[in-house]
């Protein structure tokens, strides 16, 4: 698999319109390119509960050799 640098990335929350009753009332929101992107290349739009993240955080935690880590010039912004 070829290695990419990590960039930090940015989650949006955004409401949930027209959700049904036992549905979240927001998600966070991130486009994702690379292996994620569309058919047609461009960045695919994806929607995760605060569950879902709280999940990966843990996976991650877990599984610390499995992360690389980010460039260094996102602590200058």
């Not at 990335?9 to 036992?22: M, S, T």
Request: a positive charge; aromatic letters at 12%; one cysteine or more.
């Amino acid at each position: 698999m070829k290695k990419l640098k990590l960039k930090l990335g940015r989650l949006l929350e955004v409401e949930n319109k027209g959700k049904h009753k036992a549905a979240n009332s927001t998600y966070s929101l991130v486009y994702l390119e690379g292996l994620y992107k569309q058919r047609d290349g461009s960045p695919a739009p994806y929607l995760f509960t605060t569950s879902q993240l709280a999940e990966a955080r843990d996976r991650a935690q877990k599984n610390k050799e499995d992360c690389g880590s980010l460039s260094r010039w996102w602590k200058f912004w």
